[in-house]
């Protein structure tokens, strides 16, 4: 009864790990996405590519997106996956 009892808790435990790792996941992917791409608009290779005015909107999407993920570190993984 003991062992079954255990055998439960951790299934229990491992569901709840694997949405937490998932959601993880999901902010570190957001987050990651948004340092590439301030990276590439960084880029001297790429930077004449840009026409200003998109320049300056990707940064600001990029910007509000990390300023976004600063103020919702507990959001859940469907909203970093919508961001």
Do not use: H, P
């Not at 930077?47 to 959001?75: R, Y």
Request: net charge negative; with cysteine.
């Amino acid at each position: 009864a003991e062992i079954d009892r255990m055998v439960q808790e951790a299934e229990k435990f491992k569901a709840e790990d694997d949405a937490l790792k998932n959601k993880v996941e999901s902010k570190n992917a957001l987050e990651n996405y948004c340092f590439t791409m301030r990276n590439t608009l960084q880029e001297e290779k790429l930077k004449e590519k840009f026409e200003a005015g998109d320049k300056e909107k990707i940064e600001a999407a990029v910007q509000e997106t990390l300023d976004w993920l600063d103020k919702n570190q507990l959001a859940e993984k469907d909203e970093f996956e919508v961001k």
